[in-house]
């Protein structure tokens, strides 16, 4: 089992940044893969940003809405896999959850049901 935590959210204004956090408890070592996805009111939750690891060498992938403006990254030693979103819009503004899989369904995992594991989410508010 992987416990996960996600941290960071709060209220900005747009063109501003924030941090995500993900922190990831139990069996950390069975991951393969972490996922970012966010869910605005009255909206499917949508895949946002991922990262793998295989064979020593980690792979980013970023939904087209993203790319540019959103980083992610990891750190193994404290089993943290971080969001860093810049130039924020108010079309940003959602509950963002982190999700964790061992499996390898996909080089590129971006469907909720690759994904087994999921925190609880980090509200983000993005001001006009």
């Known amino acids: 089992q992987v416990q996960l935590v996600e941290s960071g959210g709060g209220l900005v204004q747009a063109g501003g940044s924030l941090r995500l956090s993900c922190a990831a408890s139990?069996?950390?070592?069975?991951?393969?893969?972490t996922g970012w996805f966010r869910q605005a009111p009255g909206k499917e939750r949508e895949f946002v940003a991922g990262?793998?690891?295989?064979?020593?060498?980690?792979?980013?992938y970023y939904a087209d809405s993203v790319k540019g403006r959103f980083t992610i990254s990891r750190d193994n030693a404290k089993n943290t896999v971080y969001l860093q979103m810049n130039s924020l819009k108010p079309e940003d503004m959602a509950l963002y959850y982190c999700?964790?899989?061992?499996?390898?369904?996909?080089?590129?995992?971006?469907?909720?049901?690759?994904?087994?594991?999921w925190g609880q989410g980090t509200q983000v508010t993005v001001s006009s």
């Open positions: 999700a964790a899989t061992p499996l390898r369904s996909s080089l590129y995992p971006s469907a909720q049901d690759e994904y087994d594991y």
């Open positions: 139990g069996r950390t070592s069975s991951i393969y893969a």
């Open positions: 990262i793998t690891w295989s064979g020593g060498n980690t792979y980013t």
